[in-house]
């Protein structure tokens, strides 16, 4: 018998992460938001994002693969970030 796997999660939503990007929704949703952290700086022993792409993504598999973007923006900090992909989420999932 296969144990569920646990996930982070930010506002009852998943947060799955995958190097340097981060993925913020259920794929089995019709949107989800994928984070891509561009850089980050070291401040003590702890690495803090800077520059993060925002971009709200389609999941449907019949969407042509240049649709699948919805929006798209860049932000500072991975807060930020996460904050906006979160309103827009929100709004597409209504």
């Given at each position: 018998?296969?144990?569920?796997?646990?996930?982070?999660?930010?506002?009852?939503?998943?947060?799955?992460?995958?190097?340097?990007?981060?993925?913020?929704?259920?794929?089995?949703?019709?949107?989800?938001?994928?984070?891509?952290?561009?850089?980050?700086?070291?401040?003590?022993?702890?690495?803090?994002?800077?520059?993060?792409?925002?971009?709200?993504?389609?999941?449907?598999?019949?969407?042509?693969?240049?649709?699948?973007?919805?929006?798209?923006?860049?932000?500072?900090?991975?807060f930020n970030?996460l904050d906006?992909?979160?309103?827009w989420l929100?709004?597409?999932?209504?």
């Amino acid at each position: 018998m296969a144990a569920k796997k646990e996930f982070l999660e930010y506002k009852g939503r998943p947060l799955v992460r995958s190097g340097n990007t981060v993925y913020y929704g259920s794929m089995a949703d019709p949107y989800v938001i994928c984070l891509n952290i561009k850089d980050s700086t070291e401040l003590e022993d702890i690495k803090m994002s800077g520059k993060v792409t925002v971009q709200l993504i389609n999941t449907d598999p019949e969407v042509p693969l240049k649709e699948k973007i919805v929006k798209k923006s860049e932000k500072d900090g991975l807060f930020n970030a996460l904050d906006l992909g979160a309103v827009w989420l929100e709004r597409a999932l209504k």
